[in-house]
């Protein structure tokens, strides 16, 4: 079955920098599009990056742009997430999704 595994999450003080690492399997994962999504506490889950089936393509929330770097190895059916820069208001847990498909996702916390 479809299963994606987020790793990389942690505490981090502000200005630092975390990768994400989102392990996938049970499909066929060069021909799907990838995404990044986080959620805040008490806030709604929230578009932070994508990337095409190839990615030659991407898009990121203003939010991250500049600091955030959406990337995938499609021979190792991993998505990454590199994230510089982090800020306080960073901290979420973050998700990545494929179709209609959601890991459970790992926390980032920024905080000095």
């Known amino acids: 079955q479809v299963q994606l595994v987020e790793s990389g999450g942690g505490l981090v003080q502000p200005g630092g920098s975390l990768r994400l690492s989102c392990a996938a399997s049970?499909?066929?994962?060069?021909?799907?599009?990838m995404s990044w999504y986080r959620q805040a506490p008490e806030k709604e889950r929230e578009l932070v990056a994508f990337i095409s089936n190839a990615g030659g393509s991407t898009y990121y929330a203003d939010s991250v742009k500049g600091r955030f770097t959406i990337s995938r190895d499609n021979a190792k059916n991993t998505l990454y997430l590199q994230m510089n820069s982090l800020k306080p208001e960073d901290t979420a847990v973050y998700y990545c999704?494929?179709?209609?498909?959601w890991g459970k996702g790992t926390l980032v916390t920024v905080s000095s």
């Open positions: 049970g499909f066929t994962f060069s021909i799907y599009a």
């Open positions: 999704k494929a179709s209609n498909y």
